[in-house]
């Protein structure tokens, strides 16, 4: 079966100028945020280029790279390898990585810019990892208004887009993307304005008078959902 890997080694000769940006690049974005960048990835909008940040992450954790637990696919290592190797998201420049995890707060919240061309960024959060305050966050999602980690990407966006000109792209998979969808809606109308596009790559859903708002039918045009045939936590949620 094919996967994304084999995608940069079928399309990863072409620019973004010469093939948009499209979903299976937006699903890339979501999973490279996947290995620990702690300690090597600025948390400011400093930028570094993702071939400095690999050098970095491979002199700490060699070839194999670090484990992060079942949840989060060991591929992920080998396809940041792949995406530098690539003239597609080899000039892609990455910064402002936040991680946080607080049990007693029952919180779990990581993300990072990724920087495609110089007026377009991707904002990428992280989706539900090993840690038990990720899990039953991911739960109390389905029966609360609100979560410490959709507050925190929402305090994220507004950050990026304070410190990031241009357009914005704000996706991410699982728990990360209806912290995605979330933000977007909760957003003021200046930085609305300025999301080229939302990806929800297969997160928890949300109740009918959530998906009847004026908000999110303000949003909706801009909104992709995509759904694997094998979603289970998804569909459930």
Not at 22 to 38: G, H, R
Not at 123 to 130: A, K, L, Q
Request: hydrophobic content about 40%.
């Amino acid at each position: 079966m094919m996967n994304i890997v084999n995608y940069l080694e079928w399309r990863g000769d072409l620019s973004f100028e010469a093939a948009p940006f499209n979903e299976v690049d937006n699903f890339i974005l979501t999973q490279a945020i996947n290995i620990d960048y702690s300690g090597i990835v600025p948390q400011d909008s400093r930028p570094m280029t993702l071939a400095q940040a690999a050098e970095k992450y491979q002199a700490l954790y060699g070839d194999d790279g670090k484990y992060m637990g079942v949840l989060l696919p060991v591929a992920c290592w080998p396809l940041i390898k792949q995406m530098v190797a690539s003239r597609r998201f080899g000039q892609t420049v990455i910064s402002g990585f936040t991680d946080r995890v607080i049990p007693e707060n029952t919180e779990q919240f990581t993300a990072v810019v990724f920087t495609l061309a110089p007026d377009l960024h991707y904002i990428s959060i992280r989706g539900t990892d090993d840690t038990i305050a990720a899990w039953k966050e991911n739960f109390m999602m389905a029966v609360r208004d609100t979560v410490p980690a959709r507050d925190d990407a929402l305090a994220y966006l507004n950050w990026a887009a304070d410190n990031y000109s241009g357009r914005l792209i704000v996706g991410g998979h699982s728990k990360g993307g209806n912290e995605a969808l979330h933000t977007a809606l909760c957003c003021s109308a200046k930085v609305r304005s300025r999301i080229k596009a939302l990806y929800n790559n297969d997160g928890p859903g949300f109740d009918e008078a959530f998906l009847s708002s004026e908000a999110y039918l303000r949003i909706e045009p801009k909104l992709v959902t995509l759904l694997p045939q094998y979603s289970i936590v998804g569909t459930l949620l």
